[in-house]
């Protein structure tokens, strides 16, 4: 009978923050550093309370992350998310990234690294560990309770 594989890559703590918000709106979460782009999209669409209904980015530096698109042009397309980890990009406290939703309106988000933790044992992560800002109740309701999975 095959053994479960066990994810030995480490959990990084992330402090979202929707950036020229008033009040502040932030979240804060922890994901695998084994955690994909295009999964941490769907954890930050879950946590904010949005809607997956406009194009995103991830930007690094010069380097942006998003969604692979063929009717864009190709000098101007971003690298696959699918293909990044978290782990590859981010690896200490107080790495930053930024997460780019509804391209056109410019809703900028700086996910900082608080913690990176050892591997271990956990069925709650990926996980929502504090919220502050509109939609906290709804990240609650969608995620189970604060601590709890935002598995869909």
């Known amino acids: 009978m095959p053994t479960k594989q066990v994810d030995e890559s480490p959990v990084y703590r992330l402090k979202v923050t929707l950036k020229d918000s008033s009040p502040p709106i932030w979240r804060r979460i922890e994901v695998r550093g084994s955690t994909t782009l295009a999964r941490l999209h769907t954890i930050l669409q879950i946590a904010m309370g949005w809607t997956d209904s406009h194009l995103h980015e991830f930007v690094v530096g010069d380097v942006r992350y998003g969604m692979r698109d063929i009717?864009?042009?190709?000098?101007?397309?971003?690298?696959?998310?699918?293909?990044?980890?978290?782990?590859?990009?981010?690896?200490?406290?107080?790495?930053r990234l930024r997460y780019e939703y509804d391209l056109g309106d410019g809703w900028v988000h700086e996910l900082v690294v608080e913690k990176v933790s050892p591997p271990r044992r956990a069925s709650a992560i990926p996980a929502a560990s504090a919220?502050?800002?509109?939609?906290?109740?709804?990240m609650w309701a969608v995620s189970g309770g604060m601590g709890t999975s935002l598995r869909r």
């Open 71 to 95: 009717e864009r042009d190709p000098l101007d397309r971003p690298k696959d998310e699918r293909r990044v980890r978290l782990g590859t990009i981010v690896t200490g406290v107080n790495d």
């Open 131 to 138: 919220a502050s800002g509109r939609a906290r109740r709804r």
